[in-house]
């Protein structure tokens, strides 16, 4: 269990009074290993008679805005000046969040972005194991060849964990509902869509609906179809699933023409993580976490205290 991880445990139990089973709970791990964690926590000297450690502020803010927006959990790590930098390091978060949430059976769905392959590719090395399934959760975006659509994602997750990656060998927008109906019939898209009703664990990142959000900068959608989104009330977008300012789905005239893991199956994963940072992104993020959900937020510091001063408006 990495530093961070004890950190926080540490936090919930003696600084803020919640019992370790409410942790566990919580965190999505038994309270046997919450014991265990305080124990190292306290040979490890991050437990005094306060809590001495580089990531104990961030531990208090990330239990601010778990409280705020309901969210399962929310990683922060901190600001670096090279993006990739972040990456790296939610990267390395993103690693050690899997090796405590997923087991020998999870199905691991990923959706298309910058900022998810960036922190994918990222993520060091962590043997799973050989029978983890990762399935791409939308069809292929655009029709340049670029690292940080869904295919792509699937293929570095499955190396960096050991598990099997799976292909997803159809377009995400077709021309016509028809298209995607004939699409849909074929047995490659069926066995992809049962994997889909086993997933448990999610990877997404998220969009907003403006033009210079990646919908647009990668060519995914027409600036006339952007305009469409945004008269239907659209404000941001997870896996193309759109979404209201005030995070409820909303119905575009895209819905009958894409292939992907819609809003009923989005939302009843077990485990939905949500890696997403920067300025433009924090009311995105606000609004899709507003509505409900509970899903694990990783983002850097900049961000979360973006997250809280909107929290405070």
């Known amino acids: 269990m990495d530093e961070r991880l004890l950190t926080k445990i540490a936090v919930l139990y003696y600084l803020d009074g919640h ?6 709970h919580r965190l999505g791990i038994s309270t046997a290993t919450v014991s265990r964690a305080l124990e190292r926590a306290r040979k490890k000297g991050i437990v005094d008679i306060k809590i001495n450690n580089n990531y104990s502020g961030n531990s208090k803010l990330e239990t601010e ?42 199905v691991i769905g990923v959706s298309w972005g910058n900022t998810l392959y960036g922190c994918v590719n ?53 021309s016509t509902s028809d298209s995607r109906q004939a699409f849909e019939t074929e047995n490659h898209i069926q066995d992809i869509h049962k994997l889909w009703k086993e997933i448990d664990i999610a990877l997404v990142s998220i969009s907003g609906v403006t033009e210079d959000s990646s919908l647009v900068r990668y060519e995914l959608l027409s600036k006339e179809e952007l305009q469409q989104l945004q008269t ?18 909303v119905s575009t005239s895209l819905d009958q023409r894409i292939i ?54």
């Open 232 to 249: 239907d009330g659209a404000f941001g977008a997870i896996n193309f699933n759109f979404f209201s300012r005030d995070g409820r789905p």
């Open 122 to 174: 990222n993520m060091p090395q962590v043997e799973l194991s050989p029978s983890l399934r990762i399935v791409p959760m939308i069809g292929g975006l655009g029709n340049k060849s670029t690292p940080f659509y869904t295919n792509s994602i699937a293929s570095v997750m499955a190396e960096k964990t050991g598990g099997v990656g799976y292909v997803l060998n159809a377009p995400a927008i077709l």
């Open 260 to 313: 992907n893991i819609g809003w009923d199956q989005l939302d009843s994963i077990r485990q939905l993580a949500v890696l997403a940072f920067g300025g433009k992104k924090i009311e995105p993020i606000a609004a899709y976490c507003s509505n409900g959900r509970s899903p694990v937020l990783f983002t850097d510091l900049s961000t979360a205290l973006g997250l809280k001063e909107y929290c405070s408006r």
């Open 19 to 24: 019992g370790q089973r409410e942790i566990g």
């Open 65 to 106: 805005l778990e409280e705020y927006f309901g969210l399962q959990e929310c990683i922060i790590v901190p600001d670096f000046t090279e993006e990739r930098n972040t990456k790296q390091a939610l990267g390395h978060e993103l690693s050690q969040w899997l090796l405590r949430i997923a087991d020998g059976d999870s």
